[in-house]
Nanobody, 123 residues
Framework: QVQLVESGGGLVQAGDSLRLSCAASGRTLSSYAMGWFRQPPGKEREAVAAISWSGGITYYSDSVRGRFTISRDNAKNTVYLQMNSLKPEDTAVYYC????????????????WGQGTQVTVSS
């Protein structure tokens, strides 16, 4: 079992930056590919970014590419999502997720999920 806890969300203004963290316990994250998802109010959850177990491969949705950066520190059992140039449409609950690397597709499915952290971007 892997327990994931997100942190770093908050209320910011358009153009600001935030860094989300996803800390894991139970097992080492180095065995898992990791993803960040978000669910805007009234909408379905969508994939935002993902990173391979080694960190060598990353994926981004078109809406965040060039503004968001996913990274991982396996020694700290933590994955990050650096979000720059935030827009009001980035407002959502952000979730991190872990997937066994075998047969991994960056948009899912994932095996473990965190509880989410709220990001609100005001205009």
């Amino acid at each position: 079992q892997v327990q994931l806890v997100e942190s770093g969300g908050g209320l910011v203004q358009a153009g600001d930056s935030l860094r989300l963290s996803c800390a894991a316990s139970g097992r080492t994250l180095s065995s898992y590919a990791m993803g960040w998802f978000r669910q805007p109010p009234g909408k379905e959850r969508e994939a935002v970014a993902a990173i391979s177990w080694s960190g060598g491969i990353t994926y981004y949705s078109d809406s965040v590419r060039g503004r968001f950066t996913i990274s991982r520190d396996n020694a700290k059992n933590t994955v990050y999502l650096q979000m720059n140039s935030l827009k009001p449409e980035d407002t959502a609950v952000y979730y991190c997720a872990a997937a066994a690397p075998s047969g991994w597709y960056w948009k899912g499915p994932y095996d473990y999920w965190g509880q989410g952290t709220q990001v609100t971007v005001s205009s």
